[in-house]
C-alpha cells in the first residue's frame, strides 16, 4: 500500500467503521486498524506498534469494540509523544519545518516555534481527551461525527490560526 493510499485510508477511518460495523464486526475491524496504525506512522514506529498491541489486547480482554474505537486515541497519543520528546530532544517538531522554509531562523523565531510545538501538545491533549470520550461514551455516529469530521475541522482551525499569527507577526517584525 503507498504512503498516500494510506493516508487517506486512515483519514477516512471513522468513516469506514462506522459503514462497516454492522456487517463486519469489531474484530476485523480492530485488526485493520492496529495494522494501519502500526504500518502509517514511520517516524514513531515503535510508539506505533506498542499502540497497535495494546488496542488488540483490549479486544482480547473483550473490548473489541473499545479497541477498534481507540483508534484516534492512540493516533493523538503519539502524536503527543513525538512532539513531547522533541521538545527535550533535538529541534522541536515545529522549529524543523519552520527551518525547511528559513534555514538560518532568528532567535524570535525559535522561541515562537517552541510555544507553537507547545500548543500542539495542548491539542493533541484536548483532542484525544475527546476521542477518548467518544469511544467509552458516544455512539457509533457520534464517534464516526467526532474523528471522522469535527476534529478534521479543528486541526485545520489550529493550521490556520497559526498561519495567521505568524504572518501577523511577522508583519509587526519588519
Known sequence: MSRYASMALAL???LLV???HDDIGSW???VIGAALLAWRMPQARYLAAAAAVLLV??????????????????????????????LWRGMPIIERLARLREPELPAAGIRYTRHVT?????????????????????SLATW???????????????????WLLRHRMRSRLS
Do not use: K
Request: net charge negative.
Open 12 to 14: 477516512i477511518w471513522p
Open 18 to 20: 462506522l459503514l462497516l
Open 28 to 30: 476485523p475491524l480492530l
Open 57 to 86: 489486547a483490549l479486544g482480547g480482554l473483550g473490548h473489541a469494540e473499545l479497541g477498534m474505537r481507540a483508534y484516534p486515541v492512540a493516533v493523538n497519543a503519539i502524536m503527543l509523544a513525538i512532539f513531547l520528546s522533541s
Open 118 to 138: 507547545w500548543a500542539w501538545c495542548g491539542f493533541f491533549v484536548l483532542n484525544g481527551g475527546i476521542a477518548c470520550w467518544t469511544a467509552l461514551y458516544a
Open 144 to 162: 464516526t461525527l467526532y474523528n471522522g469530521a469535527i476534529s478534521y475541522g479543528l486541526i485545520a482551525i489550529m493550521f490556520a490560526g497559526e
